[in-house]
């Protein structure tokens, strides 16, 4: 997931022989898959459960034939920890292709979320609109049906929001429901 939300366009999964250090051990086999511009980390997982399901019965099948010839790893190791809710949260600040990419690689766990009057709002995946008049950062402004959020490059669509206490719904419905939007701005 962090790979994901720092933009990488491939991502894998390998089998590998445990050993006593943190994922040191031979690999057996690898795969890998394309991160498309609109994945977020769910949809990735849940493709990868599916090769890698393959890959470890092909890698077993390999090793009870006695066919299996594990390869040194190659490279230094590389930690991915889990992400917190702190790692969902958006910065309004940054590029809009940032906080894009960001989005999806937090959905649905830990989650997007920003925050607004000091309560927290969770977001499902922007879309990217260089072509949208320009807001401040964390600036809200509706702009046709679309609800459009300031970036430190451009603006960016909500898709879908879940205002504090509510239910996760589109984000124009939840526009439609604001007595205005002119000193909406998310934090």
Do not use: C, Y
Request: hydrophobic share 40%; aromatic share 4%.
């Amino acid at each position: 997931q962090e790979r994901h939300g720092a933009g990488d366009d491939v991502t894998g999964a390998v089998t590998f022989l445990l050993e006593e250090g943190l994922d040191t051990g031979p690999v057996f086999g690898t795969l890998t898959e394309s991160v498309g511009p609109d994945d977020t980390a769910g949809a990735l997982l849940e493709r990868l459960s599916h090769s890698g399901a393959v890959l470890l019965t092909q890698t077993l099948s390999a090793v009870e034939a006695g066919k299996a010839a594990p390869q040194a790893q190659v490279g230094e190791v590389s930690l991915a920890p889990k992400l917190t809710l702190e790692d969902g949260r958006l910065h309004w600040n940054q590029p809009a292709l940032a906080i894009g990419r960001r989005a999806r690689g937090v959905t649905p766990e830990p989650g997007a979320w920003t925050t607004l009057d000091g309560q927290r709002v969770k977001l499902e995946p922007v879309r990217l609109r260089p072509e949208a008049p320009d807001l401040a950062p964390g600036e809200v402004s509706l702009d046709g049906k679309s609800v459009l959020v300031g970036t430190g490059s451009h603006a960016v669509e909500l898709t879908r929001i879940q205002p504090a206490g509510k239910k996760m719904m589109a984000a124009a419905d939840w526009a439609r429901g604001m007595a205005t939007l002119e000193s909406v701005v998310f934090e």
